[in-house]
Each structure stands twice: as structure tokens, then as C-alpha cells.
């Protein structure tokens, strides 16, 4: 099959708006299934994992794949949820195409204009299908005005209902100028009643309108009087949808079948081949872009992996180029390793059916590769080409998480880099400082669905926490102190005696350690063991538990036992005097700051404002953003920060993002440092 008859594209929108049942409804139409399951009875094809059966939404991105009328068609489903963007984004890099649900009662929500921007952004032609027509509360109008202000003047409506909720008995095709009736449950073709006649001319003048705006030929003949005829003015109409001049605007219900026909068919004769639009930039091995086509070598990029514990690894890959063949060697240009390709699979959901070949612009699945993970490049050796993979959101709510059984610490270990390499927003990470594990993600439901899969797949039991805060400890005056170690019991004793001076440094100066001691009231041999004795408390802390760091300690006098004097013994000095210094040299408590970035609508940039003050949060300036929007820059205490990114999407509906990274330690206000201290003491 050639690439001219492949047509990819991606379902995406907010959750709720009934991307799965619309793709369960296209499979039925299509006679792939014999029945049309439901998110209720948990029976669909695309939803198969237990998370998304019992939450009743999708987690992660699905393909379905099935030939129709001499076309094939793959249908990638992807989650609705903010929480998984990152799948999203994975899914379109697949697609050439997308169409964005929306809800007849729901209209246009946080998540549409999210999803709708990373489209735009990956250039890729669109349709707007409104879903759920047969329900209460359903507004076609209303929906189509909120599309059109959201989405600019090029969203024009393709077919518009007749009636609404139960009411909804069919629909008008606004090219054919036809009413398609399902009062018999099958369309049937008809004139457009008169009492819609005005509702439908003003709709077909908007669509003839953006028609002509993309067509010089059409323009002509319009202005000049003449009449445009049916085919002309669908064929320039399929012309802008699949350029992305125009979106079309279609309608329907997903349950009831409503509209499912047209929309296949739509999908079928006016999206683009894989060829006419890849919204992946191909790299050469000088780093210069490279064209492909249809006589380039094989090249093939993976955009998903799923990792079960029982079948290992399977790679969903789209080919972008030439055609992979079961038994192929290909190279791994991105880990410069090497693939042996020993399977091809067509995916319905969890459903397998194995190929021979895919070919330019095909998606399918490859079981069982060693090194190669999401976002690689398998291409035809020697032909070093690389796909770039599209940026992905960076995690932003960090938990530590440890296993309910002891014991097991290395188990979870690999149980959650597995469960990585299936989202690339999920990630792991060891803090030695801390002693933790931590994952981070888009928020929290993200990682509640890890943990399910963890429990599930690796029968592993694991709770979370938030992170421990990485305070440290300095001094903000000076100190001499002494430290005297003496232990006399039978035989050899102990003895290490040693006077400090300490005083504070910079900020960022880390430790100095300077020996001035003329003279040999503590010999030579046993100077280092003061000084490894201070590092060493210096480490574990004097109030809190937290690094000591800042200070200069000065060894300025001591004394020693020509018997019982020891490494040890001054080691052991050396920490008593510093303990003591520290305790006398106005010690303070210093708190990781973070620089964070939130861009927002403007409606809520009050309301973040006042929710930063009461983090104990500094913003520093506002830059304005494309599309009204604002970003905030501020340095917030990592402390005020462990749920932020659920707090924030709390405050603002989902209409603030925002990004966070390590800015300096600053001190800690004196109240919650004795707090920090109080919980030490009584540890």
C-alpha cells in the first residue's frame, strides 16, 4: 500500500469530550468490530489498561489501525488530561493530522486550547468534530462561536446539526447542500427543510467565503458572477483543510452514530498523506536538515514504548521514509547502536496482527528492541539520518516514594525506570544526599497512575511523601572554642586536644580550613585528623542534620600525649571544638530558593499574585506572552513548593503553567527555623 492511501491522525482534546468512544464508534462504522463498546461497561478497544478501565479516561496514548474502502487509516488516541501531555504530544509526532473533540455541552475547555496550540505548533492540517449532540445541555451554536473566538476566523463549519439533545435527528452538509435524516437510524439524503433555510445559507456563505479566500481561481470566477459549481467548491475546500487554511468544523454523536460516516469520509478524502505534511525535522550527520521522500532509505522514529512485564518491550513506530521489513538490521542513530527487527505488528489497542513490511508513512509496532526507547531513530545503516524529537513538558511535581516492604528498595528501583521509559514526563531520580527516591511528573494523577501500574505490573506496594527540603547550616558570627577528647580506660588511652577559630564566608565559598599552628603543640601527623573530623560533622550538621557551609576554621593551638594521642583522638577533637563553635558563632538555618516562571491567562495573574505572597514568594518582573497571556517570574522557597503544580491548577482552572529550577539559599525566617530545629531536637 502506497503512502498516497495512509491517513494518520490523532484524537485529541479535553477528557470528557469522547475521543475513545469516537474512535470505538469509527471502528464499528467501519465494520473492524462487531460491537461498539462503551467507557461505562469498561468494553473498549482503545481503553484496555485497568487504570483507564476503572478511572473510565485514557492514560496513555493507543493506536488503532484497519484498511477501509482501500485506504489505511491509523487512529491515535490520546489522553484528555493536563496530567499526560506529555503522551499527547508523542501522539501527534506520529500523526499528520488531527482532529480536536470538543463537547456539545462543554464547549471550548483548558485542555482544547492547550492541545490545539501544541497542533499549531507541529504545523498539522485539523478538524474540529463536536461531539455528544444527542445529549442534554447540547449547544451547537454556542460551541462553534467559542471555537471561532479561541480558534481564529479560519475554523469554518463543514456540516451543522439539526436539533439538539433528543431532538438531534440528523445533520446539513453544507458543500452538498443536502439534510442527511437518521430518523430511520440509517442517513438518508434529502432537501434542507425550509425553516433551517436562512441558518444554512448563513452558514454556507461563511465556508464558500473561506474557500474563496484560499482559492485564486474560485476567487475570480466569484467576482466575477459566475455560479460555483458543487465540485469545485469541494475539492478547494479539501484543498485548505489539508494545508491547514481552514479547519472544518463537524458534528455528531459517537454513541448513537450520528455523523460518524461523514467524519470518516472527511478523514478519508481531506486529510494529508504522510507525505504532504512530516512534522518531524529530520537531521544529517553534519546537523543540516535533510528532505525525505518517498526514495530515501528506510528511516523510522518511535514515538511510543510500552513495557509489560510478561511480553517485554514493544515499540510503536511511525516509518517516515523507505520500508521496514520484518528481519531488518537497522541503526539506532540516536544511542549509535544497532536493531535487529524481528517482528511487525498492525495495533488495535491491545490487539495484534502481524505484517511483513511497513512502508513510508506506516505505523505499526516492533517487539523486543534492545536500546532503543521513545524518541530514537531507527534508520537504513550508513544513511545517518535523526528525527528530533518534540519538546516534551518538564515535570514539575516531585514526590518521594519508598516500597510498603522492606527490602525491596532495588525492586522499585527497576519497577519505576521501566514504567519511564512509557512516559517521558514521568521520571526517576536518587538523591544521596537525602537518601530518597524520588519521581516527578505533570501532576498528581500522573503519578497515582504509576503507582497502580507499579502495584499491577511488578507487584509492588510503594507510598509517597513529599521530598525532603535540603536546608543547610552557617554561622553569621565568630567563635574560638576548644575541643578536648580524653579517655583513660586500662592500657593505652585517648587524648586529642585542639583550639578553633570560626568565622563565616560568603555566600557559595563552601569550607576553608587553614592550620595555624607555629610551633609543634599538636604534631604535624595529627593536623589532618582535626580537620577530617570537621568535614565529617560539617556534613551531618550541627542544629538540623543538614550540611554546615560557609565557614572558615582556623586551628590556631592545642596540645598532645606522647602515648595516647591518636588520629582518632584529634578526629574526635576536632568535631567536639567545631560543635561547640558553631553553637556560639550566631548559627543560622539557609533554605533552597527556586527561580520560577508561570505564565498565565491574564484573568488569573491576580489570583496567582496573592497565592505567591502567602508562599512567601518575591516576583521580580512580568513579560507579556503571545495570546494574553502574562508570565510571572518570582523566586519561591523550595519548601512552599511540593504541591504547587496541583495547587496551581486548582487556583487557575488549568490556565497557568510554569517551570522551576535551583536559584540560590537564602536564610530562613527565624520562626520556621526554630520550628526545623525544635523537630531535630525532638528526633
Not at 511483513?356 to 517487539?367: H, S
Amino acid at each position: 500500500m502506497r503512502y498516497e492511501a495512509i491517513r494518520n491522525v490523532a484524537l485529541v482534546g479535553h477528557s470528557g469530550s469522547g475521543k475513545t468512544s469516537l474512535i470505538e464508534s469509527i471502528l464499528f462504522k467501519a465494520g473492524i468490530t462487531d460491537r461498539q463498546g462503551s467507557i461505562e461497561s469498561g468494553n473498549t478497544a482503545m481503553d484496555f489498561e485497568p487504570e483507564e478501565i476503572t478511572g473510565g479516561h485514557s492514560v496513555s496514548t493507543s493506536l488503532a489501525s484497519f484498511e477501509h474502502e482501500g485506504l489505511e487509516v491509523n487512529l491515535i488516541d490520546t489522553p484528555g488530561y493536563a496530567d499526560y501531555l506529555g503522551e499527547v504530544i508523542s501522539g501527534l509526532s506520529a500523526a499528520d493530522a488531527a482532529v480536536v473533540v470538543l463537547s456539545a455541552k462543554s464547549g471550548v475547555e483548558v485542555q482544547t486550547k492547550v492541545v490545539w496550540d501544541k497542533v499549531i505548533e507541529l504545523g498539522l492540517p485539523r478538524l474540529i468534530f463536536i461531539n455528544k449532540m444527542d445529549k442534554d445541555g447540547a449547544d451547537y451554536s454556542s460551541v462553534l462561536a467559542q471555537a471561532t473566538e479561541a480558534f481564529g476566523s479560519t475554523v469554518v463549519p463543514l456540516n451543522m446539526p439539526v436539533g439538539s439533545a433528543e431532538a438531534f435527528s440528523g445533520m446539513i452538509d453544507l458543500i452538498r447542500e443536502e439534510y442527511i435524516s437518521y430518523d430511520t437510524g440509517t442517513p438518508v439524503r434529502g432537501p434542507i427543510p425550509e425553516a433551517l433555510a436562512a441558518e444554512v445559507a448563513a452558514h454556507r456563505a461563511k465556508l464558500l467565503d473561506a474557500v474563496i479566500e484560499t482559492d485564486e481561481d474560485l476567487l475570480s470566477k466569484y467576482l466575477g458572477g459566475e455560479e460555483l459549481a458543487e465540485d469545485e467548491v469541494g475539492k478547494a475546500f479539501s484543498a485548505a483543510v489539508a494545508t491547514g487554511s481552514i479547519t472544518a468544523v463537524m458534528c455528531g454523536s459517537a454513541i448513537s452514530q450520528m455523523g460518524i460516516g461523514m467524519l470518516l469520509t472527511t478523514i478519508e478524502r481531506k486529510l494529508p498523506n504522510p507525505m504532504e505534511n512530516i512534522p518531524l525535522n529530520i537531521k544529517g550527520d553534519d546537523g543540516e536538515d535533510v528532505s525525505i521522500d518517498t526514495s530515501t532509505p528506510a528511516l523510522a522514529y518511535v514515538f511510543k514504548t510500552i513495557v509489560d512485564p510478561f511480553i517485554g518491550r514493544l515499540s510503536l513506530i511511525k516509518v517516515l521514509s523507505g520500508e521496514v521489513s520484518a528481519g531488518d538490521q537497522l541503526e539506532n542513530t540516536t544511542q549509535d547502536g544497532n536493531e535487529r527487527i524481528s517482528h511487525l505488528y498492525r495495533l488495535i489497542g491491545k490487539e495484534t496482527a502481524e505484517v511483513k513490511v511497513l512502508e513510508a508513512g506506516d505505523i505499526g509496532a516492533v517487539p523486543k528492541l534492545i536500546g532503543s526507547h521513545t524518541g530514537d531513530t531507527l534508520c537504513h545503516k550508513g544513511a545517518g539520518m535523526t528525527a528530533v524529537p518534540h519538546a516534551l513538558p518538564e515535570p514539575v511535581f516531585v514526590q518521594a516514594i519508598e516500597p510498603v516492604t522492606k527490602g525491596e528498595d532495588e525492586k522499585l528501583s527497576s519497577s519505576l525506570h521501566k514504567l519511564e521509559e512509557e512516559d517521558l514526563t514521568f521520571k526517576v531520580s536518587r538523591d544521596s544526599e537525602t537518601s530518597q527516591t524520588l519521581v516527578k511528573g505533570l501532576g498528581e494523577m500522573q503519578i497515582e497512575s504509576m503507582l497502580s501500574k507499579l502495584k499491577r505490573k511488578y507487584s509492588i506496594e510503594a507510598v509517597l511523601s513529599d521530598p525532603k527540603v535540603k536546608y543547610r547550616e552557617t554561622i553569621k558570627g565568630k567563635a574560638r572554642t576548644q575541643g578536648r577528647h580524653k579517655k583513660q580506660s586500662g592500657g593505652k588511652g585517648q587524648f586529642g586536644d585542639c583550639w578553633i577559630e570560626i568565622e563565616p564566608l560568603p555566600r557559595g565559598s563552601g569550607f576553608e580550613f587553614v592550620d595555624k599552628i607555629f610551633g609543634g603543640s599538636i604534631p604535624q601527623s595529627f593536623r589532618p585528623a582535626v580537620e577530617k573530623g570537621i568535614r565529617e560533622t560539617m556534613e551531618g550538621g550541627v542544629l538540623t542534620g543538614n550540611p554546615v557551609v560557609d565557614v572558615k576554621v582556623t586551628l590556631v593551638d592545642g596540645s598532645a600525649h606522647s602515648v595516647d594521642s591518636s588520629e582518632m583522638a584529634f578526629k574526635i577533637a576536632g568535631s567536639m571544638a567545631f560543635k561547640a563553635a558553631v553553637q556560639q558563632a550566631k548559627p543560622v538555618l539557609l533554605e533552597p530558593v527556586l527561580s520560577v516562571r508561570i505564565t498565565a491567562t491574564e484573568d488569573v495573574v491576580g489570583d496567582i499574585m496573592g497565592d505567591l505572597n502567602s508562599r512567601r514568594g518575591k516576583v521580580s518582573g512580568m513579560e507579556p506572552v503571545d495570546g494574553g497571556k502574562e508570565t510571572i517570574v518570582a523566586t519561591i522557597p523550595e519548601a512552599e513548593m511540593h504541591r504547587y503544580a496541583i495547587d496551581l491548577r486548582s487556583l487557575t482552572g488549568g490556565k497557568a503553567t510554569f517551570t522551576m529550577e535551583f536559584d540560590h539559599y537564602e536564610l530562613v525566617p527565624v520562626h520556621i527555623a526554630q520550628q526545623l530545629m525544635d523537630t531535630h531536637t525532638v528526633e
